[in-house]
């Protein structure tokens, strides 16, 4: 996969990020964190100096990026950067708008922002499960979505225990890591949970195969590496999953407590960059794969067959 950054535009996106944050103060260091991660994981740019640049006006942003794909995902990032701000102000929010406004973006993400701010916590929550509910069948795994589609009345011991049969596969087999990664997290097997169990499959096939613990950093690491393998609307909703449940903390179940700031955390935003600079590096979409069908492959075969770079960050 190719970065989803032209060359010419790396440093005119990243004063634009900078402007856009470019409220109450300035920056904060957590957000010109996450645009250096931007920059490096999303063009392979590690030689510009992100805290020099001088920020880009939302009209002279307009004038510099044109192409609607580009567009489209400035408004993305912009939502990433946002996001980042705590608390996410009035300030911050209104700042973000002119930059949409000028770009002539609107979308999900800065609707859930604004109804952060100014409806609360619920409104956003109610905007994600809206925004997300036609993507859902996307992410869920492909043998189990006409079954298992959406939540269950409650557990399926079916599925529970042929899921569990994955561990009898030799060790290194993407089945066997795959019960592996819930035993080690002590967080219940799909069908266990009635809670979307299609999605949660595919959702920790993906873990399993990208090498991320079911843990704030790794959860946003894992969104922004998909994001980048492949930018679609279905994989921006899951990065934003990731985002309102570990960095804006305001969506969560019983199973997930959310949280904040885990982007300001020593190294997480490396290990940001580092997540999407691998999404460049596929050369397939993992994500969208018969998981089940490969279970008994070795998980390293499995990671070659789509071009998965080793995870070093």
């Not at 979308?107 to 036609?134: I, N, Q």
């Not at 999605?199 to 079911?214: L, N, Q, S």
Request: glycine share 10%.
């Amino acid at each position: 996969m190719a970065p989803i950054i032209e060359d010419a535009l790396v440093e005119p996106l990243a004063r634009l990020l900078l402007g856009a944050a470019d409220v109450d103060g300035g920056p904060t260091d957590e957000q010109i964190g996450v645009v250096r991660a931007i920059v490096a994981g999303c063009s392979g740019r590690t030689d510009l100096d992100v805290a020099s640049l001088a920020p880009l006006a939302p009209d002279a942003a307009a004038d510099l990026i044109r192409a609607p794909e580009a567009r489209r995902r400035t408004r993305e990032l912009m939502v990433l950067l946002e996001l980042c701000r705590h608390p996410l102000s009035e300030g911050q929010v209104a700042r973000v708008d002119e930059y949409a406004a000028a770009l002539g973006e609107s979308g999900p993400g800065l609707d859930m922002a604004r109804d952060l701010v100014r409806s609360g916590a619920e409104t956003a929550k109610a905007d994600f499960y809206r925004f997300y509910e036609p993507h859902a069948a996307d992410v869920a795994e492909q043998s189990l979505r006409e079954r298992y589609g959406g939540d269950l009345a409650g557990p399926d011991p079916e599925l529970g225990d042929r899921l569990r049969a994955l561990h009898d596969l030799p060790a290194g087999t993407l089945g066997h890591a795959y019960l592996e990664f819930y035993r080690r997290s002590g967080i219940p097997v799909p069908g266990d949970s009635p809670h979307s169990p299609a999605m949660f499959v595919g959702h920790d096939m993906c873990h399993v195969i990208a090498g991320y613990e079911p843990v704030g950093v790794d959860e946003i690491a894992l969104g922004a590496m998909q994001l980048t393998l492949v930018d679609n609307d279905t994989h921006w909703m899951q990065f934003l999953g990731n985002l309102a449940v570990h960095e804006a903390g305001f969506l969560g179940t019983d199973d997930i407590v959310p949280k904040q700031a885990t982007l300001a955390r020593l190294g997480a935003t490396d290990t940001l960059a580092h997540a999407m600079w691998r999404g460049t590096q596929c050369t397939g979409d993992f994500t969208s794969a018969d998981h089940l069908a490969r279970a008994e492959r070795p998980l390293e075969d499995v990671r070659v067959e789509f071009g998965v770079p080793d995870r070093t960050c």
